[in-house]
């Protein structure tokens, strides 16, 4: 019995240490990791503070024109910051962009649209711009506001409308194929319930979390998601060097499908 216990004793005692080590060992990767990637932290920080103060030629002209539709995602804890979202809003049309998505989970810039569009000279809400057949014109900035309900409860509107439509025009055995639902059909009928929209091609996320936060998924299937850390420490440099790196690199996607959805409204 003695002798088993002593076992038993010895075994859990080298459980702990090879569990200690194993820790340690987590610990000091990280560490390595962490002092590795410190001094591009500190390089990427200057670059950025380098755009913001003018010093970087190449930053200073670029086709923003290839970014046709710009999606900001701002996370639910950032999204009170009222006049950090406007002076955001300021420098993308400073930079030239001119089609901008505004998006947090709980649809709280949704219910500030008037007080943001007000701050903002001579913007005007997307749809509006639609409508008025002057998406085209580079003199305004246009918003769309999103929030999650715009995700996956208006596809269940969306069903709801093409299950009624069909099923009032008496589906049978010999017309069913008739009855399929394609993308166009979801995708008009998305903007019929008011949750329509381009798809953008980039995403700029602001908060502590790396993923969309709720943005509708089907919207952005090429779309180049990229995170920009705490709105609280948002800065000028940064917002440029990430529409800078996609202007250079990104294949021009966004423009394909902003052409279409806009001839699939017009249509």
């Not at 903002?120 to 305004?140: C, K, M, P, Y």
């Not at 602001?206 to 993923?211: D, E, F, I, L």
């Amino acid at each position: 019995m003695d002798f088993n216990k002593e076992s038993q004793m010895s075994c859990s005692w080298y459980a702990q240490i090879e569990n200690r080590l194993l820790q340690l060992l987590w610990h000091l990767i990280h560490v390595t990791i962490d002092l590795c990637y410190f001094p591009l932290g500190i390089a990427d920080v200057l670059e950025s503070y380098l755009i913001s103060w003018g010093l970087l030629g190449r930053y200073k002209s670029f086709n923003v024109t290839k970014l046709r539709y710009l999606a900001i995602v701002v996370d639910s804890e950032e999204v009170y910051r009222t006049s950090k979202i406007i002076k955001l809003l300021q420098w993308l049309e400073a930079v030239g962009i001119k089609h901008v998505c505004l998006y947090d989970n709980e649809g709280v810039l949704k219910k500030s649209k008037d007080f943001i569009l007000e701050k903002l000279d001579g913007t005007i809400l997307f749809w509006d711009a639609h409508e008025n057949d002057v998406l085209s014109d580079r003199q305004h900035m246009t918003l769309e506001f999103v929030s999650f309900s715009d995700g996956k409860e208006a596809v269940v509107k969306a069903a709801n409308v093409l299950f009624m439509k069909y099923s009032k025009s008496g589906a049978t055995d010999q017309n069913q194929k008739d009855k399929i639902f394609t993308e166009s059909q979801m995708s008009n009928t998305l903007i019929t319930v008011g949750s329509g929209g381009p798809k953008p091609d980039l995403l700029l996320v602001y908060g502590p979390a790396r993923c969309h936060l709720g943005f509708p998924a089907w919207r952005i299937p090429y779309t180049e998601i990229v995170h920009m850390g705490p709105l609280k420490s948002m800065n000028y440099g940064s917002l440029v060097k990430a529409i800078y790196k996609f202007t250079m690199v990104q294949p021009n996607y966004g423009k394909l499908f902003f052409d279409l959805h806009c001839c699939v409204c017009k249509h």
